[in-house]
């Protein structure tokens, strides 16, 4: 009896604490490292940092170094990947050519989600005359191709790193702009901004505080999804010559510079930095795939 009495009110409270404790919703980054898509997205993602981070440790060769006898050589074990017609290592090129493809992707990337973000609070939020008015300009921009705009602006300011994140993040704003003013259009119908506003709060207060948490995460996917064809414009920009210059390792230069020496049966120097480019778009949109999913259960 006694033993009984004890056990009895235990039971049900460990019962609760195990129900509790399963109804609970795990932490996002948890639900993400359970599909396997954004692990192997951010294995690859990873794997590329690296190279960009420590690109002239891993290299085995001066990307740089030039050898007149030994070009156009095959993939082998001195030259993992064959050299180019100078006789450069192409492996060491692909290993540095990561760095200046993601300092400018990221860096555009984070300069059209600070900039579509907040033009898109102000569009949606605000309405009327004003979500017209940008709007229509948002549209005219949007309808533009993407590289031919970078094309123009380039011409028209000239090559350097910084220009190439200020163009490709100006041209990736009307976009997230968009994104974002659908979000916040949703969110104005919800009671709690009914309230803010008849609480007084300021109309920059609500957009920030009360609207932009709320947004967040159609922010976040539009992001990675813009850093996806960041990464691609600016590889085409460097193949059509008005980006990274030589003779600095760029995956899309050294495509354009040994293309033409495919016929001869010199595959190797332009088929592994179009992998490079390629891998590294499929690991963002992994993980973009991954993050939707997780975002939208």
């Known amino acids: 009896m006694i033993g009984s009495s004890a056990a009895g009110p235990a039971a049900p409270a460990a019962a609760i604490t195990v129900t509790q404790a399963a109804g609970r919703p795990a932490a996002p980054w948890r639900l993400l490292l359970r599909r396997p898509t954004f692990v192997v997205g951010g294995i690859i993602l990873l794997f590329w940092i690296v190279c960009a981070v420590f690109g002239n440790q891993i290299a085995p060769h001066n990307p740089l170094a030039q050898s ?3 070009t156009n050589n095959g993939p082998s074990g001195a030259h993992w990947f064959g050299t180019d017609q100078l006789g450069r290592d192409v492996f060491s090129r692909v290993i540095a050519g990561a760095r200046d493809i993601l300092i400018i992707a990221a860096g555009a990337t984070a300069l059209g989600t600070v900039l579509g973000t907040a033009l898109g609070l102000v569009m949606g939020y605000l309405g009327g005359i004003v979500d017209t008015l940008v709007g229509r300009v948002v549209e005219a921009v949007i309808a533009l191709p993407v590289v031919i705009v970078a094309f123009l602006f380039i011409v028209a300011i000239g090559h350097s790193t910084g220009t190439l994140i200020l163009v490709i993040g100006f041209v990736f704003t009307p976009l997230i702009a968009r994104t974002v003013r659908s979000a916040v259009l949703v969110e104005s119908q919800l009671d709690y901004l009914s309230s ?85 778009i499929v690991g963002v949109n992994l993980v973009t795939d991954a993050i939707e999913q997780v975002l939208a259960s």
């Open 68 to 70: 007149l006898l030994a």
């Open 196 to 280: 803010a506003r008849l609480l007084g709060e300021k109309p920059v207060r609500i957009m920030v505080v009360e609207v932009l948490p709320n947004v967040l995460p159609a922010v976040l996917v539009e992001s990675t999804v813009r850093l996806g064809y960041a990464i691609f414009a600016v590889a085409t920009l460097s193949f059509l010559g008005f980006g990274v210059q030589p003779p600095t390792p760029d995956w899309g230069a050294d495509i354009y510079a040994n293309y033409g020496v495919l016929p001869a049966g010199y595959w190797w120097e332009t088929l592994f930095p179009a992998l490079a480019i390629a891998s590294l």
